[in-house]
């Protein structure tokens, strides 16, 4: 049963550290995607991959978020520093898309990294 | 921002059928999508709908599709508690798999 895993589920840190979420996307996908979700914001897409090329990241605060794919097998979402209106739920999901405007856009979400900064 | 919009809360009683409904704004999505969520979990893909079509039924759910007024549907037949959730629409606003998706309605299930 192939699922987006992510790492770690909870993470408590404090304000100024660095914080690196992982996610390892369903194999053969081609499209990663972080989101983060709060209360007051509603679910936001930070950033998305296609192929391990980042497509779009005008939704990640660039000062201290990025976003890398060292391979096909691994995204990372990193803070630094952090702050405590970093503290969401961070998403991950990956899907397959063929070809431009000719497939369906299916993502398959992972359980969430719940982040909280203090 | 909210290209997408549903409406936040929804109550229904066990047995009966809930309908959700969706706005949208880009009239070149593709397809459009319904996401469930239920607590502590990530979203969960429960159906989609391609954008020539009108209707499409999967057992228990529905969707319906209206582009002239871009309007968007779920109904859920017998609703039962396991249904109980937040429920996403999203459309597709570019041709990279990209998801635009509302801000969820909360559907409660009462026995």
């Known amino acids: 049963d192939a699922r987006v895993t992510q790492t770690p589920r909870h993470k408590v840190t404090e304000m100024g550290q660095e914080v690196t979420m992982r996610c390892q996307p369903i194999?053969?996908?081609?499209?990663v995607f972080w989101y983060r979700q709060t209360m007051m914001q509603g679910l936001e897409l930070l950033a998305y991959?296609?192929?391990?090329?980042?497509?779009?990241d005008s939704g990640m605060p660039k000062d201290r978020f990025s976003a890398e794919m060292p391979d096909a097998t691994l995204a990372t979402l990193k803070i630094q520093p952090s702050e405590p209106r970093d503290s969401a739920v961070y998403f991950c999901?990956?899907?397959?898309?063929?070809?431009?405007?000719?497939?369906?856009?299916?993502?398959?979400f992972g359980p969430g990294t719940r982040l909280t900064v203090t | 921002g909210e290209d997408v919009e549903q409406s936040l809360f929804l109550s229904v009683r066990e047995g009966d059928s809930s309908v959700i409904n969706c706005t949208y704004t880009?009239?070149?999505?593709?397809?459009l999508y319904w996401y469930k969520q239920e607590p502590g979990a990530g979203l969960q893909l429960l159906t989609y709908?391609?954008?020539?079509?009108d209707m499409k039924q999967d057992q228990r759910l529905t969707v319906l599709l209206n582009k002239k007024d871009k309007h968007l549907s779920l109904r859920i037949a017998d609703t039962q508690t396991g249904d109980s959730a937040i429920y996403f629409c999203?459309?597709?606003?570019?041709?990279?798999?990209?998801?635009?998706f509302g801000a969820g309605t909360q559907v409660v299930v009462t026995p």
């Open positions: 999901a990956s899907g397959l898309v063929i070809f431009r405007g000719a497939e369906s856009s299916e993502q398959y």
């Open positions: 194999l053969g996908h081609n499209t």
């Open positions: 991959f296609r192929n391990r090329a980042p497509l779009d």
């Open positions: 880009d009239s070149s999505s593709t397809y």
């Open positions: 709908i391609f954008s020539n079509m």
């Open positions: 999203a459309e597709t606003p570019d041709s990279w798999g990209k998801l635009q």
